[in-house]
């Protein structure tokens, strides 16, 4: 075989090697973009997890600082309606105690009416056996004038 021949048949297996040979730096090179992508992805990936830790943990400070204030106005208002029961109770049980004062106060003057009655109604039926004595002794001394 002569050498312009063998060139002729080099050719397609020089341009295959050549071929296999930028086939291989694509390859390459679309392997370390696709690294990179990767990696920019990661980090993309890692920054958005960061900015989600950081949103959850502000929304976990939230959510207790509400339950906190929460609890707090719970607790608020359980101790004002125990004032409000206790004040009602308080004031119930003097009220109780003023009813039965005046119960009490009630029924002596009822016993202190009832004794001045009884003695008035004696009395006057005392005044009233004089008046009758004294209306017989008048009418017998009309009858003994007229007679």
């Not at 090179?29 to 959850?56: C, D, F, P, S």
């Not at 339950?67 to 009602?88: H, M, P, T, Y």
């Not at 003097?94 to 016993?111: D, P």
């Amino acid at each position: 075989m002569n050498p312009a021949s063998r060139n002729i048949e080099s050719q397609p297996v020089q341009q295959a090697e050549l071929e296999l040979k930028y086939l291989k730096q694509t390859i390459y090179v679309l392997r370390k973009k696709l690294e990179n992508t990767e990696i920019i992805q990661a980090e993309k990936i890692q920054e958005i997890e960061k900015k989600n830790m950081t949103e959850i943990s502000q929304l976990k400070d939230t959510v207790n600082s509400l339950r906190d204030n929460l609890e707090r106005s719970r607790i608020g208002e359980e101790e004002r309606v125990q004032q409000a029961v206790s004040k009602i109770t308080d004031e119930n049980r003097q009220l109780k105690v003023t009813v039965n004062a005046l119960r009490t106060e009630m029924e002596r003057n009822r016993f202190s009416l009832m004794d001045q009655v009884d003695k008035k109604g004696i009395e006057f039926e005392g005044q009233i056996l004089q008046l009758k004595d004294t209306i017989v002794i008048l009418r017998k001394k009309l009858e003994e004038n007229y007679a």
